[in-house]
């Protein structure tokens, strides 16, 4: 076992400082602000130290411990077989910094927050910790103890701080997302049944091996069901819009950076790479012919979950709501690659989860200077015309990051959303076969509902004329720009020099397709 404390400094420091931001806080809310943006600045910085130091200079996998380059165990309940394990791969690593980098223009970003501020960036520093332990978790107990724990503060920080319909959209979104939980912790349970009474992940990749197909199948939907449900996915994603529309502005940057990549996340982790070394009559899961049931419905479900919220989105005038239906539809594209289950499929699924991690919050940031700099406060997209006569630098941005979304090339979308498609043509054995080609088709030709709605939505709050909702606004202040500029540059970066991170991710996947 190899000791890292550097992954216990990134997972306990926001939640141990966070009682210490809410008590000092109470008196003076200034001092709670200090600490949140001081804590949230360091471990971003130190992330992105650690991402250099151990993933950028090459291939270190012969110091990985168990497939983890950065690994952290020690024995929690033996009697039980759940163990505190943590450690970063090729797959969680980007998330963790992408963690970082999101939480740290949220906090920032939430500058005009006035109310309850220590009680407000407490429960920031909570979720950081929560959201880092997510995707850290090497143990299954801890994982699902981590992930119900976001819902927590989530609840909170739409409960009292979001808008008219704050109270409905914050307990639809726990009652959606825990009960879902709850059948995923069935599946939990029955890989720990059936792998040998271990929590530990790479205990359990070696024992599920031996598991039989149908119980790996059952397991799969259990699971599916509960990230499918926090992603989300049609028939279950009908608590997004509410949530972004009512959270505040910092919440849905989150809500949508990292809170849906959870989801996606959880499908990569359990069961694409704890299904990895499966091989019965000399057939891997993913190939057999449940494997290929499974792949075509979870197609078919992201290709569903493309097209009909896009077509949602072109009826939106709110444009919280707009850019909502906008995340689901693009967590379709991670669907798909996902169901193409080839190297190239894989990893750009992964590239657009960061890549939407990086545009979303952006957008959202966006719709919550326009609301603030509005005259009655609205984000009505028929009533915002001509944005760009008064906040020339937040129209320009909105253009940047609406054609990143929408795919531009030479934008993070663009290159997350090609390969995908290229994957699914590739994969000739399945989806790119001659009774599944239309499911590739039609995702391809859906993109073209994503630029009309973004470009429809560009002409009326850009370049349409001055309304008198815009009257007296006035550009935005520096912690309400500054932000979105650095998410905007992200962008891209990402979209001309995919290679940062795109080499990390193609060599977790190459990890685990046989």
């Known amino acids: 076992m190899v000791d890292y404390m550097e992954l216990l400094i990134l997972?306990?420091?926001p939640i141990v400082l966070a009682l210490f931001a809410y008590l000092f806080g109470r008196n003076n809310p200034k001092i709670a602000k200090i600490i949140a943006l001081v804590v949230v600045s360091l471990t971003t910085?130190?992330?992105?130290?650690?991402?250099?130091?151990?993933?950028?200079?090459?291939?270190?996998?012969?110091?990985?411990?168990?497939?983890?380059?950065?690994?952290?165990?020690?024995?929690?309940?033996?009697?039980?077989?759940?163990?505190?394990?943590?450690?970063?791969?090729?797959?969680?690593?980007?998330?963790?910094?992408?963690?970082?980098?999101i939480f740290l223009v949220s906090i920032v970003s939430s500058f005009y927050i006035t109310d309850q501020e220590a009680t407000f960036y407490a429960l920031m520093l909570v979720l950081l910790s929560a959201v880092t332990g997510t995707f850290m978790a090497?143990?299954?107990?801890?994982?699902?103890?981590?992930?119900?724990?976001?819902?927590?503060?989530?609840?909170?920080?739409?409960?009292?701080?979001?808008?008219?319909?704050?109270?409905?959209?914050?307990?639809?979104?726990?009652?959606?997302?825990?009960?879902a939980s709850l059948l995923m912790l069935i599946g939990l349970f029955l890989i720990y049944i059936n792998?040998?009474?271990?929590?530990?992940?790479?205990?359990?990749?070696?024992?599920?091996?031996?598991?039989?197909?149908?119980?790996?199948?059952?397991?799969?939907?259990?699971?599916?069901?509960?990230?499918?449900?926090?992603?989300?996915?049609?028939?279950?994603?009908?608590?997004?819009?509410d949530a972004h529309v009512q959270a505040p502005s910092p919440g849905s940057a989150i809500l949508a950076g990292l809170l849906l990549k959870m989801g996606g996340y959880g499908l990569m982790r359990i069961p694409f790479w704890?299904?990895?070394?499966?091989?019965?009559?000399?057939?891997?899961?993913?190939?057999?012919?449940?494997?290929?049931?499974?792949?075509i419905i979870i197609a078919i479900i992201g290709l569903v979950s493309m097209v009909y919220p896009a077509f949602i989105a072109l009826?939106?005038?709110?444009?919280k709501r707009m850019i909502a239906y906008s995340s689901i539809?693009?967590?379709?594209?991670?669907?798909?690659?996902?169901?193409?289950?080839?190297?190239?499929?894989?990893?750009?699924?992964?590239?657009?989860?960061?890549?939407?991690?990086?545009?979303?919050?952006?957008?959202?940031l966006l719709a919550g200077i326009i609301e603030h700099h509005t005259k009655n406060h609205t984000r009505s997209i028929e009533k915002v015309g001509g944005l760009a006569h008064k906040m020339p630098l937040t129209g320009g941005l909105f253009v940047l990051l609406a054609f990143a979304s929408a795919g531009l090339p030479g934008l993070a979308g663009f290159v997350a959303e090609i390969g995908v498609f290229i994957a699914m043509f590739d994969d000739t054995d399945l989806l790119g076969s001659s009774t599944w080609i239309w499911i590739p088709i039609l995702a391809v030709l859906s993109v073209i509902v994503t630029a009309g709605y973004y470009l429809w939505a560009i002409e009326r709050v850009i370049f349409n004329k001055e309304t008198e909702e815009i009257e007296d606004a006035v550009p935005a202040k520096w912690w309400e720009s500054g932000p979105i500029i650095v998410l905007s540059i992200l962008a891209l970066v990402f979209g001309l020099i995919p290679g940062l991170v795109w080499w990390v991710l193609d060599q977790w996947s190459a990890s685990i397709i046989p």
């Open 45 to 101: 910085i130190y992330s992105i130290v650690l991402w250099i130091v151990h993933f950028l200079p090459g291939d270190r996998m012969d110091n990985a411990v168990d497939g983890f380059l950065l690994h952290f165990s020690t024995d929690w309940i033996p009697s039980a077989g759940i163990s505190f394990a943590v450690g970063v791969d090729g797959l969680s690593m980007p998330l963790i910094v992408l963690t970082q980098v």
């Open 138 to 179: 090497l143990d299954l107990f801890l994982f699902y103890i981590a992930w119900e724990l976001v819902l927590v503060p989530m609840f909170f920080l739409i409960h009292i701080w979001g808008g008219p319909e704050r109270k409905y959209a914050a307990i639809k979104f726990f009652i959606y997302t825990h009960l």
């Open 195 to 241: 792998a040998g009474h271990t929590f530990y992940l790479p205990e359990l990749k070696t024992n599920i091996a031996t598991v039989d197909y149908k119980t790996l199948s059952t397991i799969f939907w259990l699971v599916f069901i509960g990230f499918v449900t926090k992603f989300p996915q049609v028939p279950v994603h009908t608590w997004l819009p």
């Open 274 to 295: 704890l299904y990895s070394e499966t091989n019965q009559g000399g057939v891997t899961f993913f190939e057999s012919d449940y494997g290929k049931d499974i792949r």
């Open 315 to 319: 009826r939106q005038d709110d444009l």
């Open 329 to 364: 539809s693009h967590m379709g594209i991670v669907l798909l690659g996902l169901a193409a289950f080839n190297e190239l499929g894989l990893t750009a699924a992964m590239y657009m989860m960061i890549a939407h991690g990086i545009i979303s919050p952006g957008l959202f």
């Open 11 to 13: 997972l306990l420091t």
